[in-house]
């Protein structure tokens, strides 16, 4: 159902792309909560989402929450049960309790088969890569900053690796002369920021490889990139989580450093024993 629903996608009306989004993007509560609930928290109506249903060839919306909830429960089969219990007065255990599971099963969900061939191919991607490129703006600045200074502890030969943006030293300018052979991953979670559409779409037009770490099947970096990976950014609290996403750089740069011919482990020591013969790092007082 998720297939067909980005196939059609770029096909539908305005509102029916809205229901569509929700549902692509919120599988479970699909196959938890109401229709009515479903359509408040993807603000339309609930007749969109009954034409949603119809638009796919279901009768009905029920038939949509009975194919996702079918598919939840044969995931969490046989899974067991959170064994933590709320001690008395301590309301902050729960809360607790319920984002690290949150965050631990978006986490756990990127080496699932599907996901883990998206990762591959990203990986054999750059790690084919003549220059490499880190874009992320706002809240997706640090995923690509992070993951720009694990590869320039990993790249070998002649590979430049550089963060381009407005916040940071290399300015967009530095894609000016990027072409085939280079790989731009872009970062970028809804709201989508519209200089990393662009300079993704640019940088595509330009021959450049776009790798997207983004959060839908019908996001705008989806359809630029030649290699997508889907994270989750939902949060069981009021802000996106970025936590997926982190994990998915270091997923990402693990299989790019077993692909790319080089030993990784030694490069990544001999910079850091080139770091504190510099004094970078803290040492105690002797």
Do not use: C
């Not at 943006?165 to 979670?189: C, F, K, N, S, T």
């Not at 989508?192 to 940088?203: L, N, P």
């Not at 482990?265 to 803290?282: C, D, N, P, T």
């Amino acid at each position: 159902m998720a297939e067909l629903l980005a196939e059609r996608f770029e096909t539908m009306p305005p509102q029916l792309r809205i229901a569509a989004r929700f549902v692509l993007d919120h599988p479970q509560d699909v196959a938890l909560m109401s229709m009515r609930e479903q359509a408040q928290q993807a603000g339309v109506s609930h007749s969109t989402m009954m034409r949603l249903a119809r638009w796919l060839g279901l009768e009905g919306y029920e038939d949509m929450r009975n194919l996702y909830a079918r598919a939840l429960r044969e995931t969490t089969a046989g899974l067991p049960a959170r064994q933590g219990i709320e001690p008395d007065g301590d309301s902050g255990f729960s809360t607790a309790g319920v984002v690290a599971d949150a965050l631990a099963a978006q986490i756990s969900s990127l080496g699932e088969y599907g996901n883990a061939m998206q990762f591959i191919a990203a990986a054999d991607l750059v790690a084919g890569s003549r220059n490499l490129f880190g874009l992320g703006l706002r809240s997706a600045y640090p995923v690509a900053s992070h993951f720009v200074d694990i590869m320039s502890f990993a790249a070998g030969g002649e590979r430049k690796v550089m963060l381009v943006g407005e916040m940071v030293g290399q300015g967009l300018e530095a894609l000016q002369h990027a072409g085939r052979g280079d790989v731009l991953l872009a970062v970028g979670m809804s709201p989508y920021e519209r200089t990393t559409i662009e300079v993704a779409r640019q940088s595509a037009r330009q021959g450049v490889g776009v790798v997207a770490i983004t959060d839908s099947s019908v996001s705008p970096l989806t359809r630029i990139a030649r290699e997508a990976i889907i994270v989750s950014s939902n949060s069981q609290s009021f802000f996106r989580s970025m936590a997926p996403a982190f994990a998915a750089v270091e997923i990402l740069a693990a299989l790019t450093a077993a692909r790319s011919g080089t030993n990784a482990a030694e490069r990544v020591k001999q910079s850091e024993e080139q770091l504190a013969a510099f004094g970078i790092y803290w040492k105690p007082p002797r």
